[in-house]
């Protein structure tokens, strides 16, 4: 088995892994990215709008802070709202030095392209990854491609993270003093997301098994208005946009009207509420909804930068100006994961996490524009955290390999049928309203998936075994979502339960958190304190 040796990991290649990767090497740590594709392929932030919510353009922190503790109704944490606040303005900074091309509006950091964009499809994360990948080349990280972690092992002896690859047709341990998971979340797990497809919640599970404390993992965010034209690619329109058609069902309800969504844009603060106004509308009336942009012209429309950039695609692609649109919610967010400290420290020494493989900051629904903001912020003290941990094993690091995965030889099923019906099932009972019947049923469904998931003994198809892999790490991780799910009796944020319509403050205002113990989860309840609950908005 081939050992790479660095004396910080990052896991992830995204925005808050490639951040974390900078600070660790810019604090002199020999730092390594593994990744299932090339450096920064296949992540969420290349798929991302490219906006960052910030106190920026005129935006006050205190005017941000009481924006994003409303749209986490109740549950942020308040001390790493406090610090994106006050810290996010100095990465802006760095992008901005080391190439990044910008605009501002108020509240809005944005990345745009340096040339004209045309009618190509308008998604500017790229530009964040194409800037970040370069600074990480210039100053030295490195990058280990095309690997699937499946497990780690970390403690204050160092780390050890196993992981395989199809091409190198081997297992490879990489070693270190100590790893920065940013592995992303889990939206891929469900049937209808604008996640990258192989975003199916390896953070959650890589965490869980290596004994992190999890919280709030029920809190799955939908984005609300995403083009779901049949036969046509899934488009998500601007949330500045989309106040400026009109949503309406089948008989030409106004929907924001319908169901009193007042705040805008709608699809920033409210995107908990809009999502299941929508879907209950998609449920009504056979998919027949739509967002109706013919009166808007294109001065209107241009107003907000990044809006402006996708006036042509969507002409070109969609002719969105002459017809009414369907709309649909997609999977879009995950706001649970590891529980961590205001540096990315979980709870396993030398473990840490951030971006989409954390929890804490978000509550139960993030604000629009908000996950690139968290990613900077955190990746960067995380990348920080992790050197100096590294630092002070110095070359005595020699933690334990993770235990051998348990493997079956029963007769094997198709790895990719079997994922394609992992999220049909958590879109049916897992996705936007969940009831106790539908969650026990989707649980069952997702055990006979994993324990299927388990055959890999004996397979000699390099491929064939990657794809195993990532369905275990996908079936363990919806199974964590839907227990959370299960538990939480009440509906907040993005978490609606048909069985439990209403929040419940005197029994639910905490954090829903989850440890490996032995063979199975240890579950338990942690009540905000009155101070966080005296602060926080919960409208």
């Not at 993270?161 to 091409?167: D, K, L, S, W």
């Not at 997702?446 to 275990?472: C, D, H, M, Y």
Request: proline share 5%; charged share 25%.
């Amino acid at each position: 088995m081939e050992t790479i040796n660095a004396d910080v990991w990052v896991i992830g290649s995204g925005a808050a892994g490639l951040a974390a990767a900078i600070s660790a090497r810019l604090e002199g740590a020999d730092v390594a990215v593994v990744g299932k594709s090339g450096p920064g392929k296949g992540t969420s932030t290349t798929f991302a709008v490219g906006a960052f919510a910030a106190p920026w353009g005129g935006l006050t922190e205190d005017e941000y802070k009481d924006r994003v503790l409303t749209a986490g109704r109740g549950l942020n944490d308040n001390d790493m709202v406090d610090i994106a606040a006050a810290e996010i303005p100095e990465r802006f900074q760095d992008l901005i030095e080391w190439g990044l091309n910008t605009k501002t509006a108020k509240g809005v950091f944005m990345a745009l392209p340096k040339d004209d964009p045309g009618d190509r499809i308008p998604v500017w994360g790229r530009e964040i990854i194409l800037c970040l990948v370069a600074k990480a080349q210039e100053i030295g990280v490195r990058f280990v491609d095309n690997l699937v972690v499946r497990s780690i092992s970390a403690g204050n002896d160092g780390v050890c993270i196993r992981a395989y690859g199809a091409r190198r047709k081997q297992w490879v341990e990489l070693r270190g003093g100590a790893v920065i998971l940013a592995a992303g979340g889990a939206g891929a797990l469900f049937m209808n997301h604008d996640n990258p497809k192989r975003m199916g919640g390896d953070s959650h599970t890589l965490a869980y098994e290596a004994g992190c404390v999890m919280q709030d993992l029920e809190f799955v965010q939908f984005y609300p208005v995403a083009i779901a034209e049949p036969g046509k690619p899934i488009f998500l329109i601007e949330p500045d946009g989309a106040d400026l058609g009109h949503l309406i069902n089948a008989d030409g309800e106004n929907i924001l009207d319908k169901y009193n969504i007042t705040v805008r844009p709608a699809a920033t603060h409210a995107r908990d509420a809009l999502s299941q106004a929508l879907y209950e509308e998609i449920e009504k009336h056979d998919g027949k909804v739509y967002i109706d942009l013919t009166h808007v012209t294109k001065e209107a429309w241009s107003v907000n930068p990044i809006s402006a950039t996708k006036w042509a695609f969507l002409d070109a692609k969609y002719n969105a100006w002459n017809q009414p649109l369907r709309v649909a919610p997609v999977a879009h967010f995950s706001g649970g994961g590891a529980q961590t400290d205001l540096h990315g420290a979980t709870s396993v020494p030398g473990l840490y996490a951030a971006g989409e493989a954390s929890g804490g900051m978000h509550g139960a629904n993030r604000m629009g524009g908000n996950a690139l903001t968290e990613c900077l912020v955190f990746g960067h003290r995380a990348g920080k955290a992790a050197t100096d941990f590294a630092n002070n094993l110095g070359k005595g690091a020699n933690a334990d390999a993770p235990p051998p995965l348990t493997e079956t030889d029963e007769p094997r099923v198709d790895p990719d049928a079997q994922r394609a019906e992992l999220s049909k099932i958590m879109w049916r009972y897992g996705g936007i309203r969940r009831d106790a019947d539908g969650l026990a049923t989707g649980l069952e469904k997702i055990r006979a998936i994993a324990a299927s998931a388990a055959q890999t003994r004996g397979i000699n198809e390099p491929r064939r075994l990657e794809k195993f892999l990532e369905l275990q790490l996908a079936a363990a991780a919806a199974d964590l979502i839907l227990q959370a799910a299960s538990r939480r009796e009440e509906s907040r944020g993005t978490h609606a339960r048909a069985d439990y319509p209403g929040s419940n403050d005197d029994e639910w205002r905490g954090h829903l958190r989850v440890k490996q113990q032995g063979d199975g989860p240890n579950w338990w309840f942690d009540a905000l304190p009155e101070a966080d609950e005296a602060r926080a908005a919960t409208p």
